[in-house]
């Protein structure tokens, strides 16, 4: 923490009180920010273990999206920076990846140890510079980052049985960049397995969400993990860009939009450098009439509310069986009303921040155009804070295939609801777009289910569920929602000469 | 008098091979191919970008059928085509020898090769979701399934001639994309296409449904970019691909298939270095899978 400089006071809880469903009146049950722990003014890059200023001078802030405070700031990567970065994970790479595997290993699990141990300040610190509810950063995004690293900690000894032969070799220094929904996770996912693998990283976390990134470096500190093998750059596309046409990294790993995807992908053509792309996504969530009702409400909410939709694979296209269509259309209205949208450091709330000023923008024009083209909008009555980033949960029903909400990923609380009549049509409208994610079924047919999941161009295919992750299960997609997998035994292939 | 035969050979008009069928170009056009000495073979078919993309519709239109079947179905149609090879070894040695410059036996050893791969990667058909798959133990109550899945049309530019290549190297690329239930659209290598039209005779005697396989002789820099730019070809094999620059181009190629994200395989660093008559391993075949994971839970 030494270039880190002095800490200011935690930020104080001054959202609104989240406004009443309608069914139950709940007190506020705040979380404190203060677990957050102290949160530097200012910080500079993680690099060959140490944190150190940037040889530039340009600095970004991050705020809290539920307050629009400024909570710290943070250096733009330069493309200095981005080559002390690459000098320090390649100047690591040698050692780090002749240590045996047993003791790499035991690098991992002492990360996941620690992250275990410091669960609630880094889940307080998601949520603040996130925006998304605590309930999900407490319960989901941090156990999920633990398990991350536990689960990759364990291939690091057993590589030459993981059937890419008998000696499977580390590809050198990965180029990492991380999108802002899910910042911690992402980074779990990325950095847990290649370095299991025996590769040193640069990873740049998204310019609205360094904090947990930076905080992590400290961990990595606690866990004694040799100089240089983790390195964090902060900034914007522009650094990010340094860092993945930087000649001397030999993977690119990327999570986030499908353009900036083919961007990366057309910048490292003939390049030779290994790369994997996790991209958008506009998955179906296909509803049959003898599902059940009361469940599938819960996973089409589950599946586009979560995280304020900021979801790559969220159910963003509801596909309803004309015959029931009505029946679960009031059934998902009366349960979207009990959402409680607002201040994210609220245990009961359901739906917190939009990220950004940014972002709510990008919301804000894709609804509008579906109005324009005259799908018909729906959100329920709920009051919202009037400073941060917000946006009702709202549902479009009368969508076509042709508007543009049911074929652009709108990445926020926005359903867009369609019809069906047959299995042979819920297929064809699924498959109808570019994306290529995830899907999700419910019915009571098993048959029906193997045959659709068959069918459905999606990496993920949850049945009678939806938004489920595990780390031993490969997560990534079809056609333009990128390639390669994450998670697995398949997500070793990314980050190994094969 | 002693010039003029008493029975005149007769040559066999090469076509292209698109949808099971035995197009001329449309470009109404062929050019000359000759043998290692700069000797006339045939005239071939100088495909276009118009025939590369009807060949593309072809194999689009295959993709479900063929993905469709069995394992055990596909396992043995490619058997089959290594029987109907087998009973044509004759020909496509000679065809190699004169493609190639190759004498008879070194020729003849490299068809046997090629046989003998279509019986390898026919027997991988019902195998490779064994080693590519994998039932996932979550931490939930839930049964979870990854399956690899064939990624769809693969556009392939088959390795240039040399040492074997336009033949063996040929049979090398399509069987393992065929093998896992991908349709292909081939542009064979530029200046020997004559084994792989051949194949083409071979292939539909091969109870091979028509569009799994076409194959398209021409200029690689024609017929590659389409392959590389088209919205509906899903990946892109670009061993072939060694032009160091123009439009064939292995970087440029790659660079157009970002627009749609093609998975995109790349040559070998030296392509020409690259040899074909060791063990394929299970690379190929891999890289043209997706990998689906199927969630469902469990209770009572």
């Known amino acids: 923490m030494a270039k880190n400089k002095k800490t200011q006071e935690p930020v104080a809880a001054t959202v609104a009180a989240t406004p009443k469903g309608g069914l139950f009146d709940y007190a506020p049950a705040p979380e404190s920010p203060a677990a957050a722990g102290d949160i530097a003014t200012s910080y500079g890059h993680f690099i060959g273990g140490d944190f150190v200023d940037s040889s530039g001078s340009e600095a970004l802030k991050t705020v809290n999206p539920a307050t629009e405070q400024v909570l710290a700031e943070f250096a733009q990567g330069t493309e200095e920076d981005v080559d002390r970065a690459v000098k320090a994970a390649r100047k690591a790479f040698g050692g780090w990846s002749e240590l045996p595997g047993s003791e790499r290993a035991k690098y991992l699990y002492r990360i996941a140890r620690i992250v275990q141990e410091r669960s609630r300040e880094l889940a307080v610190l998601e949520s603040i510079d996130n925006g998304k509810p605590i309930k999900e950063t407490r319960d989901f995004d941090l156990p999920m980052v633990a398990a991350w690293f536990f689960y990759y900690a364990g291939w690091a000894d057993k590589l030459d049985c993981a059937g890419f032969g008998p000696n499977p070799r580390p590809v050198g220094v990965a180029a990492q960049v991380i999108p802002w929904n899910f910042p911690l996770m992402m980074l779990a996912w990325k950095i847990a397995p290649a370095l299991a693998t025996g590769n040193t990283v640069v990873l740049k976390p998204a310019e609205t969400t360094p904090l947990t990134a930076l905080r992590f470096a400290e961990i990595c500190r606690q866990a004694g993990l040799p100089k240089g093998v983790v390195n964090i750059v902060t900034g914007d596309g522009r650094t990010g860009a340094a860092l993945t046409a930087h000649p001397d990294v030999n993977k690119v790993a990327f999570t986030g939009s499908t353009n900036v995807g083919r961007s990366i992908a057309r910048q490292l053509a003939g390049s030779r450098k290994k790369l994997s792309l996790e991209l958008g996504g506009k998955a179906a969530n296909i509803v049959f009439d003898d599902a059940p009702i009361d469940q599938a409400v819960e996973g089409i909410v589950n599946g586009i509310f979560f995280n304020q939709g900021h979801v790559c694979c969220a159910g963003s296209r509801l596909l309803v069986q004309e015959s029931i269509q009505d029946e679960l259309l009031e059934a998902l209205k009366r349960r979207m009303a009990t959402l409680r949208v607002g201040d994210p450091l609220d245990k009961n709330t359901d739906i917190g921040a939009i990220n950004s000023a940014a972002q709510l923008a990008r919301i804000t024009e894709l609804t509008a155009a579906g109005e324009a083209e005259g799908a018909e909008r729906w959100s329920p009555a709920c009051e919202l804070p009037s400073a941060g980033y917000w946006f009702r949960p709202t549902i479009f029903t009368g969508v076509t295939q042709a508007h543009r909400i049911a074929q652009e990923e709108i990445f926020g609380p926005v359903l867009s609801v369609l019809s069906f009549r047959t299995p042979d049509e819920a297929v064809a409208k699924a498959n109808n777009t570019p994306f290529g994610l995830s899907a999700g079924i419910w019915t009571e047919k098993g048959s029906r289910i193997l045959w659709m999941a068959d069918r459905l161009k999606a990496g993920v295919v949850w049945a009678n569920t939806f938004n489920k992750f595990d780390p031993t299960s490969p997560f990534g997609g079809y056609k333009e929602s990128g390639y390669g997998r994450e998670g697995g035994r398949h997500g070793l292939e990314a980050y190994l000469d094969v | ?300």
């Not at chain 2, 449309?26 to 970008?49: C, F, I, M």
């Open chain 2, 1 to 300: 008098m002693s010039d003029i035969a008493t029975r005149l050979d007769v040559f066999k008009t090469y076509k292209l091979f698109v949808g099971g069928k035995f197009p001329r170009s449309e470009s109404g056009r062929v050019y000359e191919v000759t043998d290692s000495k700069g000797q006339w073979l045939a005239n071939a078919p100088l495909g276009t970008r118009k025939d590369t993309r009807d060949a593309v519709l072809a194999a689009r239109a295959a993709v479900k059928g063929w993905a469709g079947t069995t394992a055990y179905n596909r396992g043995q149609v490619l058997y089959r085509v290594a029987e109907m090879l087998q009973g044509r070894r004759e020909q496509f040695a000679a065809e190699v020898a004169a493609a190639e410059g190759l004498g008879a036996k070194k020729a003849a050893a490299l068809v046997d090769q090629a046989i003998d791969r279509w019986v390898w990667y026919a027997g991988w058909t019902d195998k490779v979701a064994q080693i590519a798959g994998a039932a996932n133990p979550v931490a939930g109550p839930y049964f979870n399934l990854s399956v690899p899945e064939p990624t769809g049309v693969v556009g392939i530019v088959a390795p240039q001639a040399g040492y074997g290549h336009s033949f063996l190297g040929l049979v090398s690329v399509i069987a393992p994309a065929i093998a896992t239930g991908n349709t292909v659209v081939v542009a064979a290598a530029a200046d020997a296409p004559l084994p792989a039209l051949s194949l083409g005779e071979v292939l539909a005697t091969s109870d091979v449904p028509g569009g799994v396989v076409n194959i398209i002789s021409g200029r690689t820099a024609d017929l590659a970019p389409t392959l590389a730019s088209h919205q509906d070809v899903n990946a892109l094999d670009l061993t072939g691909a060694i032009a160091a620059d123009g439009p064939g181009a292995a970087a440029v190629l790659e660079a157009a298939a970002a627009d749609t994200l093609k998975r995109v395989l790349r040559p070998a660093v030296d392509p020409s270095a690259q040899d074909w008559t060791s063990a394929p391993g299970t690379g190929r075949l891999l890289s043209f899978l997706e990998t689906k994971t199927v969630w469902h839970p469990m209770g009572q």
